[in-house]
Each structure stands twice: as C-alpha cells, then as structure tokens.
C-alpha cells in the first residue's frame, strides 16, 4: 500500500496522534481530524481543554479506586450504602455497568486490570493488596468476585480467594449462567453446564 | 435507556467532547476517554498540542485552497507540474486520493462542498468563482470535473460547466464506467449504459 502522503506537516501530525486511539486508524482519523477543522475554534479548544483538564484534574478514590473528582468517591461517600459488602471489579466501566442495574448497593472495589501474565500484569500491579487491606479493617463481610468469565478473570478470582481465606470473610462470585434472552441451543457447553449445576429454586415473580 | 451516570465531573465532560466527533458515539468516546487517561502524560499533551496547532496553524493554498502549511501548497508551487490543466474536486481527501494514483500531474482546485439546496449549500458557498477567475487569468486549458458522481455533484458539474463555457475552455468529465475488479452483472443499469456509450478503443498493454 502506498503511504498517504498528507500536504500539511501539522495534518500529518495531528492524524498520527488520533490513529493512535485504539479502534481508530489512519483513515478514520484523517476524517475525524478534517471534521474538527471544520469546527469553530472555541469548539477545538473546549474538546482539547476537556481532554486536558480530565487527565490533570482527575483523581482516584482512594478506598475503591474508582475515577472520581474528590479523594474519596461518591460512592464510598454514600452512608446509605451497604458498607458491609465489596464488590470487586476489574475497571471503572464494570462500577458503571453494575450501577446501572440499579441491583447492587453495597461498595466496589477497582482493581485497574486482572492477573495476565501474558501482559505483563501480575497481582502486584493490579489494587489487590489495598482491597487485602481493606478488608482487614474489619467492617467488610462479604467480597463479591465480579470479574470476566475469562481465563485471567478466574486466575485473579482464585489468588483474590485465597490471599481472603485465612480471614473467613464470606467470597462470592457473580453468577455464571444462560444471558436473559439468549437462545439455550446457542450457549457453550461450559455455561450451560454451570447454568445447571448452579441452578436456583423457581420463583414466582 | 439509563442515562449512564459517570462517578467524575470531568470524566463527564471529556466524553460529551469525544461524542460530539462523527461516527464516535457515547460507549466508544467513554473507552477512547478511559485509554486517554492511561496514557502518560507528555502523550496527552502532545495529543492535545497537535489537534490545537493544527487548528491554529493551518492554511489553505490561495490558488487551489487544498490544506498546506504554506501560503501557496506544494503541488501549485511545483513547476514541473502541468499548470495548464486542473482538476475540480469536492475535497482534500479527493485531492490525496487522486495523488495516490500517480496517474494526474496537474493542479487541483479543491471545491470545498458541492451544490446542495437541501444542505442549505449554495454555489456562493464553495470554491466556484475562485476557479472562473482562476481560469480567467489565462494560463489553465483544461478544467476536469472530478467531483462524485450523485445529483449534487453532477449538479454542480453542470453549473460550473454552464459559468466556464463562454471562455471557451476546454472542460471534462471523469470517466463514469466499470470498476476494476467489479463483476459487470452487479454494476448498475445507468453506470453500464454509460461504460458502453463512452467505449474507448481496445489497447494492448
């Protein structure tokens, strides 16, 4: 293929930098950044500001270690929240998936990443000894494990098990099963298996 | 739909930003937002910095209004470019798709938009009367349109026909046909028609 030749060093520039965005390639940003040409200049700078400030100013909470403006996070802040149980997941868009469920009111924890040798991650660089910590303070009862049902999400749930079990504190894990409204000839055999040894008493709703 | 709740004010801010860009809506802009806010520092600044000198310091060349860092672009001041024939296009993009061929080795005029009541575009709008005094100074010969073909480009095809055609100038039209590679049962009835109305003699490569 031939390489674009672009005929402005700073449209080269700028193309370069939004191809680097994941999902995004040289093509996608060429018309992304042509788009932002377009625009006022009031609007580029409030884009580039926002992007600017979000990275200066944004803190982490430091209990759950969720993205929040203030050392200590909406939730966590929240007295009328189930302080008694942690749900444990992997980043700050698994606190918002679960949040919008509107089935949870208990606090989470954040780890940043799960185990992934592969990458380069092990259980140091990912907030495991906080949530050890954490829990070790006395007021936590139950941890719930909600991470992704992949290979690195169960090895992280297993060291998070047992680096938790000399405590006693009750573990749990989210359960695994049939998605509401999928189709059950389409789920794989290792789901459907666990959605029957983990099946649960019918109830009328 | 649950209006997502995000735990940080600038988190907010930055992803109203991101899904203002076209084909970026709220779930991409919120993971191209998160990525951002991994990356270090001097990376962040140096994306900002890039889309903020770029709206800065861009210019359009005075002859053929392509994008370039100079006052008039590189493929104008090049002198070993045929001055006596330009190509009308509706961008930049047209402008670099054309280059990519290798096959043109003329000046450009880039339009800026086509004719298109509908989109409030009229032909005060794009760069029409910079290209009759373009041409009206002389030294061009031959104008080709190669803008796409739909109504608003023919349309605009044929204004700029109906402004040029007292200077007597020679003015042409890309070749509607066949696409290379494409399967001649699959091409439309109007785009057929004019492949075989507009046959050219067979040549042996």
């Not at 884009?47 to 430091?62: D, H, I, R, S």
């Not at 050890?132 to 992949?150: D, F, H, K, N």
């Not at 999400?153 to 573990?171: C, H, Q, S």
């Amino acid at each position: 293929m031939i390489q674009q030749q672009y005929p402005s060093q700073l449209l080269e520039k700028a193309v370069q930098e939004f191809s680097k965005l994941p999902g995004i390639g040289r093509k996608t940003a060429l018309r992304l950044v042509l788009w932002m040409l377009r625009q006022d200049d009031s609007d580029v700078t409030q884009f580039t500001a926002a992007v600017n400030e979000l990275k200066c100013g944004v803190k982490y909470c430091k209990v759950c270690h969720n993205i929040s403006d203030t050392d200590i996070c909406p939730i966590c802040a929240d007295q009328r929240r189930d302080q008694t149980t942690v749900c444990v997941v992997e980043n700050i868009q698994d606190v918002m998936a679960i949040e919008n469920t509107q089935q949870f009111n208990g606090l989470y924890h954040v780890l940043g990443g799960v185990i992934s040798p592969m990458d380069g991650m092990g259980p140091a660089d990912i907030e495991i000894d906080s949530l050890i910590q954490r829990v070790g303070e006395g007021t936590v009862q139950e941890v719930i494990l909600a991470l992704s049902p992949t290979m690195e999400g169960d090895t992280t749930n297993f060291y998070i098990y047992r680096k938790l079990a000399p405590t006693g504190i009750k573990v749990s894990v989210i359960a695994r099963g049939i998605a509401v409204g999928n189709e059950l000839e389409y789920a794989d055999e290792v789901t459907l298996g666990r959605s029957i040894t983990n099946r649960t008493l019918f109830e009328e709703k």
